[in-house]
Antibody, heavy 120, light 107 residues
Framework: EVQLEESGGGLVQPGGSLRLSCAAS????????MAWVRQAPGKGLEWVAN????????YYVDSVKGRFTISRDNAKNSLYLQVNSLRVEDTAVYYC?????????????WGQGTLVTVSS | DIQMTQSPSTLSASVGDRVTITCRAS??????LAWYQQKPGKAPKFLIY???SLQSGVPPRFSGSGSGTEFTLTISSLQPDDFATYYC?????????FGQGTKLEIK
C-alpha cells in the first residue's frame, strides 16, 4: 500500500524558514517523480514543485522560485521542501504527492498534508 | 500558463440525480486532464486520468469526457458519499494547474 506522510509544518513568522518532509513507503520511491501541492485555507489546489526520480530535474511554480527548494533522498525514501523567505500568502496545507509513470503525469497518491502558517 | 475554469462553482443536487461538471482550459491540452475529489479536512482523491480513464476502484457512476479545451465529469446517480469538492487539473505542460473547484452540495 502506498503511503505518504508529511511532517515539518508549523507556525513561522514572515521571512522565516521551514523544512517540510515526506516519508514514502509501499512503492519503489526512486522510480517516481514526486511533487508538492498546497492548499491555502478555504481555497483551491496549487502545484508548487516537482522533482525527477534522481533529482536532476526540478520545476517550480513562479511564485516560489528562488525561495523554495525541492529535494529527495532515495536512500531514505524521503522528499523534502525547504521553504525560505516565507510570506503570509504561503500559509497553506502542503501535500506530498506521487506522480504517475510516463511522460504526462498526474498525482495518483497523496499524503494527508502538513499545515504551514505564516503569521506575526 | 494554462488557466483551468470550472463551472459551476457550486452545484446543489439530490441523491440519485445525474450531475455534470465542466472544466475548460485556456489552451488545448489534448486529453491530459485529471479529476480529483476532496472532502473537508482530507487529502484529494484521484478519480480520472487522461480525461476519461477511471482509476481502479472508482465507482463506474463516475465518468469523464472531452479533449482539447473542454471537459466534463459526470456522476450518473449521486450517492451520499459523492458530496464533496471536485477539481480538474491539466498535466499537459508546466506549471500544472487546477480548476478552482466545484462544490457539490446536498439539495
Amino acid at each position: 500500500e502506498v503511503q505518504l506522510e508529511e511532517s515539518g509544518g508549523g507556525l513561522v513568522q514572515p521571512g522565516g524558514s521551514l523544512r517540510l518532509s515526506c516519508a514514502a513507503s509501499g512503492f519503489t520511491f526512486s522510480s517516481y517523480w514526486m511533487a508538492w501541492v498546497r492548499q491555502a485555507p478555504g481555497k483551491g489546489l496549487e502545484w508548487v514543485a516537482n522533482i525527477e526520480q534522481d533529482g536532476s530535474e526540478k520545476y517550480y511554480v513562479d511564485s516560489v522560485k528562488g525561495r523554495f527548494t525541492i529535494s529527495r533522498d532515495n536512500a531514505k525514501n524521503s522528499l523534502y521542501l525547504q521553504v525560505n523567505s516565507l510570506r503570509v500568502e504561503d500559509t497553506a496545507v502542503y501535500y506530498c504527492a506521487r506522480e504517475s509513470s510516463g511522460w504526462y503525469r498526474f498525482f495518483n497518491y497523496w499524503g494527508q498534508g502538513t499545515l504551514v502558517t505564516v503569521s506575526s | 500558463d494554462i488557466q483551468m475554469t470550472q463551472s459551476p462553482s457550486t452545484l446543489s443536487a439530490s441523491v440519485g440525480d445525474r450531475v455534470t461538471i465542466t472544466c475548460r482550459a485556456s489552451q488545448r491540452i489534448s486529453s491530459w486532464l485529471a479529476w480529483y475529489q476532496q472532502k473537508p479536512g482530507k487529502a484529494p482523491k484521484f478519480l480520472i486520468y487522461k480525461a476519461s480513464s477511471l482509476q481502479s476502484g472508482v465507482p463506474p457512476r463516475f465518468s469523464g469526457s472531452g479533449s482539447g479545451t473542454e471537459f466534463t465529469l459526470t456522476i450518473s446517480s449521486l450517492q451520499p458519499d459523492d458530496f464533496a469538492t471536485y477539481y480538474c487539473q491539466q498535466y499537459n505542460s508546466y506549471p500544472y494547474t487546477f480548476g478552482q473547484g466545484t462544490k457539490l452540495e446536498i439539495k
